[in-house]
C-alpha cells in the first residue's frame, strides 16, 4: 500500500509510491536543495506547493511520523502549508 510520511511539516519518507505519486515526488526533489534532515530542511513556498502534488497522488495511507496518525489528504495538506509559518 502506498504510504507517505511527513514529518516537520515535510517529506519524511516513503514506501510502495506509484507511478503518479513518484513522478510527483521526484518534481519535489527536483525543485530546490533537499536536506537529509527533515528537522533541518525548510521547504519554499514552492515546494511546499509540489509536496501538496505529491499528496494529491497518494492512493494510500499519510501518516505523521511523530504521532502515527493517519491524516486526510486535506489534513496532510494543512499541515505541510501551515507548519513553520
Known sequence: METLYLKWGSYKWHSDLQE?????????FDH???????MAHKDTPTQRDLLCAV???????????????????EQAKAYVMEYDT
Request: no cysteine; aromatic share 6%.
Open 20 to 28: 503518479p505519486a513518484r513522478n510527483a515526488l521526484q518534481a519535489y
Open 55 to 73: 499528496i494529491d497522488a497518494v492512493q494510500g495511507r499519510i501518516v505523521n511520523d511523530w504521532s502515527g496518525e493517519e491524516m486526510t489528504a
Open 32 to 38: 530546490g536543495e533537499h536536506q537529509l534532515s527533515a
